[in-house]
């Protein structure tokens, strides 16, 4: 009987001990071949495709992931997470404080783990014959400026995508200027094709990323809001769904150390990093830079490229791009428009901090 007692409560310690092992093989990042799925919402520019020189060269395989691409558009990228589209995406925090309410309210909770860097190419640009605020400034003085930008809008539409960190930037500025942001007439515009706005003479400025500020100088357009004037600290980073991160983190870790590597490693090595680049956003049918665009695309971003530069620069309270200034300039901003009730109470949403150790400890830095 004693024996009987022995042999089971050992099978029972078996199954318990192998359950375990399972479990961890599941949610620990390994480097002895076994390999966890990773979809990633990519999108096509020329920051946001810096990881595909990481799949090419398997730095991600390194930490135990196989990160699969899946296309999508900047606009998109939150809800294709929450919706189980995809595991990983990029988005700014503005544009998580502004919808993790929600997202919660019908339990698709998406989590910030991380800023990857700050984004200094936010734009707002014009045709030929709109006067920019620098035209105004250097006419009329800083004072008069900004009102008698906002007099050249009354009449004309502003094409900007919905919701996002340009349409929170634009209506802090209308604000700021003695304007209502509501007695304006916004357009949702993808950020992909907002430009082209302009051929509508009843648009007055649209909003434009790094590639489109390229396009637009083509096309003879001005730049009528540079990210100075605008006034806003915008830190892209990703995103992944809360139950991702909380069931495990680990892997999280190891997508950002294989992320770190990547961008290392593609940034002195950018003849390949275009070849990689290239062929991805050919395959897609979008707008493919040229060698010198691409280049000079990237100086418009501070990107951090170890776990101890982003901690400096996003963790650090000291910092001027410390996360929670522009974490807590997004809710007042939600607040200041009338949207109090969609800003969230807490910044649990963020959890950067938290994963940080962790990181450093599976990647150094």
């Keep these: ?17 192998a359950a375990w092992l399972i479990l961890k093989t599941l949610e620990t990042p390994k480097q002895d071949g076994s390999l966890k799925t990773v979809r990633i919402a990519v999108t096509p520019y020329q ?49 998580v404080v502004a919808k993790s309410k929600n ?30 605020l620098d035209e105004l400034r250097e006419k009329y003085g800083a004072a008069k400026a900004s009102k008698m930008f906002l ?55 649209a909003a434009a990323g790094i590639v489109q500020r390229l396009e637009a100088g083509r096309r003879g357009y001005k730049i009528a809001l540079k990210t100075e004037d605008l006034g806003v600290l915008v830190l892209t980073g990703f995103v992944c769904r809360a139950e991702l991160y909380d069931r495990n983190p680990e892997l999280v870790a190891g997508y950002l150390c294989g992320w770190y590597k990547s961008v290392r490693v593609a940034l002195d090595n950018m003849d ?59 809710v007042q901003n939600l607040k200041d428009t009338g949207k109090a009730s969609e800003a969230p ?4 949403d963020f959890v950067g901090e938290q994963l940080c150790p962790l990181v450093q400890r599976i990647c150094g830095g």
């Design 151 to 205: 007099e050249q809008l009354k009449d004309k539409k502003i094409a900007v995508p919905e919701g996002g960190v340009y349409e929170q930037a634009l209506r802090k500025f209308i604000r700021t200027a003695g304007g209502d942001p509501d007695s304006f007439t916004f357009i949702n515009s993808k950020l992909e094709v907002g430009i082209n706005g302009l051929e509508d003479p009843n648009v007055g400025i």
């Design 272 to 330: 390949e990093n275009y070849r990689i680049v290239r062929e991805y956003l050919d395959g897609r049918g979008a707008t493919v830079p040229s060698p010198e665009d691409l280049k000079a695309a990237l100086t418009f971003q501070r990107i951090a490229t170890t776990p101890g530069q982003a901690k400096a620069m996003f963790l650090d309270p000291n910092s001027p791009a410390y996360w929670k200034i522009s974490w807590e300039a997004a």
């Design 1 to 17: 009987m004693t024996r009987k007692i022995w042999v089971v409560g050992l099978a029972v310690v078996v199954v318990v001990l």
């Design 345 to 348: 109470e807490t910044s649990e």
């Design 47 to 95: 920051d946001t495709t810096l990881m595909l020189y990481g799949i090419k060269n398997g730095f991600f395989r390194d930490y135990g992931i196989d990160l699969q691409v899946r296309d999508s558009t900047w606009n998109e990228q939150i809800e294709f997470v929450a919706g189980g589209g995809c595991d990983i995406a990029m988005a700014t925090i503005d544009e």
């Design 103 to 132: 997202l919660r309210k019908v339990n698709r909770r998406v989590v910030y783990f991380m800023p990857a860097w700050i984004f200094e190419g936010m734009i707002f640009v014009c045709r030929g014959g709109f006067q920019t």
